[in-house]
T-cell receptor
Framework: SQQGEEDPQALSIQEGENATMNCSYKTSINNLQWYRQNSGRGLVHLILIRSNEREKHSGRLRVTLDTSKKSSSLLITASRAADTASYFCATDQTGANNLFFGTGTRLTVIP | DAGVIQSPRHEVTEMGQEVTLRCKPISGHDYLFWYRQTMMRGLELLIYFNNNVPIDDSGMPEDRFSAKMPNASFSTLKIQPSEPRDSAVYFC?????????????FGPGTRLTVL
């Protein structure tokens, strides 16, 4: 499968704590993207990191990419109850026009 | 722009009936994708179009599924006949050609229940 694998599958933390999700993939990529899905909604793009980048920040989000290990992590700092959602990584693979989505991490932030 | 529009939002039908899901991509987007999401299989790409032409339909589960894109602003995904195992949330997404690094914009989805 060309899909990414994410871990953990589910994560439950207290409000104010940091949440870290990991994504592993198998092929060469142009970039890696993270999406968020609230219950009953479509996916929403959060952040993109290019294959030649190692770290990127956007607000409370921090993404890292290690192409040698074919892995990425998404860190959400100072989590809020509103961050409760599923988070998916998606790889833009060399030679492909579509994205390959991971299996997702279900994050629950307890107020 | 209103974003990607899908209809209906919910569909309940009986086994054997024909189901048609509709999608209007964001104006100016050249690519359109149909996905299916279930708890068991996660998010699966079914088919995608570029400039109204189907490019890759290898994810379409079987001949009961068909998709069309008659023009740049409309696409349908049809299931005939439907079966209970088709119950899922179906998403449509679109993106620009050469756009922001292949970022896709998703619609709200159609929740299909086949009884």
């Amino acid at each position: 499968s060309q899909q990414g694998e994410e871990d953990p599958q589910a994560l439950s933390i207290q409000e104010g704590e940091n949440a870290t999700m990991n994504c592993s993939y198998k092929t060469s990529i142009n970039n890696l993207q993270w999406y968020r899905q609230n219950s009953g909604r479509g996916l929403v793009h959060l952040i993109l990191i290019r294959s030649n980048e190692r770290e990127k920040h956007s607000g409370r989000l921090r993404v890292t990419l290690d192409t040698s290990k074919k892995s990425s992590s998404l860190l959400i700092t100072a989590s809020r109850a509103a961050d409760t959602a599923s988070y998916f990584c998606a790889t833009d693979q060399t030679g492909a026009n579509n994205l390959f989505f991971g299996t997702g991490t279900r994050l629950t932030v307890i107020p | 722009d209103a974003g990607v529009i899908q209809s209906p939002r919910h569909e309940v039908t009986e086994m054997g009936q024909e189901v048609t899901l509709r999608c209007k991509p964001i104006s100016g987007h050249d690519y359109l994708f149909w996905y299916r999401q279930t708890m068991m299989r996660g998010l699966e790409l079914l088919i995608y179009f570029n400039n109204n032409v189907p490019i890759d339909d290898s994810g379409m589960p079987e001949d009961r599924f068909s998709a069309k894109m008659p023009n740049a602003s409309f696409s349908t995904l049809k299931i005939q006949p439907s079966e209970p195992r088709d119950s899922a949330v179906y998403f449509c997404a679109s993106r620009e050609a050469g756009g922001s690094y292949n970022e896709q914009f998703f619609g709200p989805g159609t929740r299909l229940t086949v009884l």
